[in-house]
């Protein structure tokens, strides 16, 4: 047996046992009569001591021990004189009686701690090693553990989790598909799957009534901080359903995660327009952690002589609380080039203080007077001694702009509580964004998403500006200013179908090439039908106040979506390139 205990287990009351532990050598400290090993594995440190006096061989053996070697070690359990309270074994060590070394390791290029002075791509290179450090192990066991709280609840409201296929044809979630040769037909390529979407809704159309799947979805996107190119959903799938329905089962499940993982129990979750959203948070994923909301400021600052306001499509704001004092000129200044910075891109800032003494210190003073700023703090929900700042310009990205410098006064005047979650779901997305670089509709969820009922007879016979503001029944989760799910109403005929891949500038021929399947099934009785899909390796980060969610995945890609410590991709042997037979196509774009 190599173990009769693991290192995390044993207490005062064990005081007296025989036991036998294996694991790693975290390390030593030579005392000179006494030698103090630290053993490691999963579930904890246990330490071990060995005595010059007793056993001189066992000792010597013991002072060789490197970082890292794999030890299995017997002796009797007893109560250690100096505690470590710190640990849940610091009661305890083992009197050592025998020592196997079952394996030797090199020296590790990084220390295996909870803090740890290894750099991102060192530890990336030899993961195994990084995983092996209890913070990252914390998170992959909360990973799992949530995944089984999912497959639990998902059971609990009959949904069956049903494998979908990897090798696949495109699915559009707005993304570049991954694509892999087909030796066996030459010239042809599967898509490695963006998401289940068509098949989850096939699996209506066949009756299964409530789908669930723990699924690696993959999307070739340009690199951004914290994207990977693989990751996983819930992904979810419901017939004979309303919004409601789906909004009150997911909602289900996400307090039951909570509960059940954190202990935490959440409240109802607010819902929010998406049209609200964007107007009071600029954002359609608001962090609701702190308050500052937007306040428009079109009908009180235009038409007096500041050009730069008159002309400006949106004058808006928010108050800051408390600060007109603490605020600088130079931390205004230094704030003004945070907003100037070209993540942000805002022109300037404009900011009005309502000093303690009622005095009013703006960059805007020789336009207004100081009452009418004033009124403006008021009117805006602030008082003295707190500080307004403006943007504006053209609507959609002064909000963005705003937006961000709302989450960085979030972030300065700490008003952001750990371990605090804020959920809500935002609803009645557009239908359909228009991208003026294109010159085309794109699908603002995907194009699979029905529109409001109440805004099909205008979806079938409206002309260009109409389908601007035509409503989907979509809907997203947001947690802490985080998307973790997103999903929508079906449309489940084909006809309406047809139409919207026709308004998303499909040709027939493009329509029925790529999706004429499931058009086909739409056709056999569909179902009314549904879904979502929680993007799961965020909702671990957000749930565990983190923000990336590699620390979540055993083994993510950089940021250059290659895994280092396998090195891939990698080149091919030529025969491998020779079977793929790779040969264009050329006809494809003129379909
Ligand atoms: N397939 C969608 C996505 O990946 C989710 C859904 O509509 O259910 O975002």
Redesign the pocket.
Known sequence: MYRTKNCGELRISDVGQQVTLSGWIQKSRDLGGLTFTDVRDRYGITQLVFNMDENQVLCEKARKLGREFVIQASGIVRERSSKNASRPTGDIEIEVTELNILNESKVPPFTIEDETDGGDDIRMNYRYLDLRRNPVQQNIIFRSKLALETRKYLDSQGFIEVETPFLIKSTP?GARDFVVPSRLNPGQFYALP????TF?QILMVAGLDKYFQIVK?FRDEDLRADRQPEFT?I???MSFVHIEDILNTFEGLTKHLFKNTLGTDLPDFPRMSYDEALQKYGSDKPDLRFGMPFYELNDKAKGKDFSIFDQAELIVGFVAEGIAESYSNSNMKELTEWVQRPQIGAKGLVYVKWMEDDTIKSTIGKFYDDDTLKSWISAMGGKKGDVVFILSGETDRTRKQLSELRLEMGRRLNLIQPGDFKPLWVIDFPLLEWDEDSQRFHAM??PF?SPKKEDIPRMLNGDHETMKSLRADAYDLVINGAEIG???IRIHDRALQSKNFDLLGFSKEEAEYQFGFLMGAFEYGAPPHG???FGFDRLCAVMNGQSSIRDFIAFPKNNQGRDMMIDAPSLIHEHQLAECRIALVKDLDKK
């Open positions: 979630e963006q998401s289940p979407q989850k979805c959903q992904d979810c799938e969820h995907h998403t997103g999903g929508s879904g979502i899909a």
